[in-house]
């Protein structure tokens, strides 16, 4: 799986991560890219030389620091109620379409930095997701088409303010849902390759180490390359553009009582086969 970092030196490359540690790739020939969505972008024709790379490579000792595995600011695209067992927590009827919104480019953060709980929100949320990392352009892609085109996939908390999503007037749905850091993603990601059945991986999350969501993405409503296929019938995706899939049930909001982040909770998301995406909660 490939991890972004900053280096003891202060330098950021990338690697591939294994049980063994990490590969810094990207040191160990300097005609690679640096950006992973350069990477991303070029994936086709560098995977051969990557792949010879890794078989060859020792993990590093240098003490590395996980980034956020993108450092480009494509789209954010988002899927509300594409979990059954979400919709019927909420008494929600089932979609016939998926449910489209966004997230500001700005609110994306990677592994360990902290989101940011406003002051001006008692409601901070938390959804665990399956993020889809999209490798190449599409534009009115069908199923198939918008499945080769995912590059990975890697874990991702849809970070929500309820009380502006839904309380204020019109429900401001991409203000509550973009504030700064309301989208971690992280800690890599795993080519699609390696995932061979994205609708059949355990996904779970807990506050404090307490489980607050524990499911499978055989509850999602509307499958990966379905969702890109429906976008792309409006608008242009683009490599680095991802796409949150939904979020399973036992989100805060349709708890009782109601659990909602605040400063110094910690919440993780673990996503089978990807890893663990974890994040303290500061005041903002």
């Known amino acids: 799986m490939i991890v972004r970092f900053k280096r003891s030196d202060g330098s950021v490359g990338w690697g591939w991560k294994s049980p063994q540690g990490i590969q810094d790739v990207c040191a160990a020939d300097d005609s690679l890219p640096v950006s992973t969505c350069q990477l991303i972008r070029n994936w086709d024709s560098l995977q051969p030389r990557i792949v010879s790379l890794v078989k ?16 480009c600011t494509g789209k954010i695209l988002c899927i509300g109620l594409n979990y059954r067992d979400h919709a019927l927590e909420t008494n929600a009827p089932i979609p016939d379409e998926p449910i489209v919104f966004s997230k500001a480019s700005s609110s994306m953060i990677g ?16 959804e665990a997701e399956l993020v889809v990392v999209v490798g190449k352009r599409l534009k009115k ?39 700064d ?69 036992g989100v805060g909001v ?25 994040n303290p909660c500061i005041e903002a």
Request: charged content about 20%; overall charge negative; some cysteine.
């Open 56 to 71: 060859k490579l020792g993990p590093t000792d240098d003490p590395l620091e996980l980034l956020c595995p993108l450092d």
């Open 111 to 126: 592994p360990d930095v902290p989101i940011e709980v406003p002051q001006i929100s008692s409601q901070v949320d938390f």
């Open 141 to 179: 892609a069908d199923p198939l088409e918008a499945r080769q085109a995912i590059f990975g996939y890697t874990a991702g908390n849809d970070v929500s303010a309820r009380d502006w999503q839904k309380g204020k007037p019109g429900k401001q749905w991409l203000l509550g849902k973009s504030f």
């Open 181 to 249: 850091t309301f989208a971690p993603i992280g800690p890599a990601i795993v080519p699609a390759a390696a995932i061979p059945d994205p609708m059949n991986l355990r996904i779970q999350s807990r506050l404090n180490g307490q489980t607050m969501q524990d499911s499978s993405t055989q509850e999602l409503i509307f499958a990966p390359e379905m969702l890109l296929s429906y976008i792309s019938q409006v608008l242009t995706i683009q490599p680095g553009d991802v796409l949150f899939t939904g979020t399973p049930a």
């Open 254 to 278: 349709a708890r009782t009582p109601q659990v909602f982040l605040k400063p110094g909770d910690r919440f993780e998301v673990e996503i089978e086969g990807i890893g663990v995406l974890s």
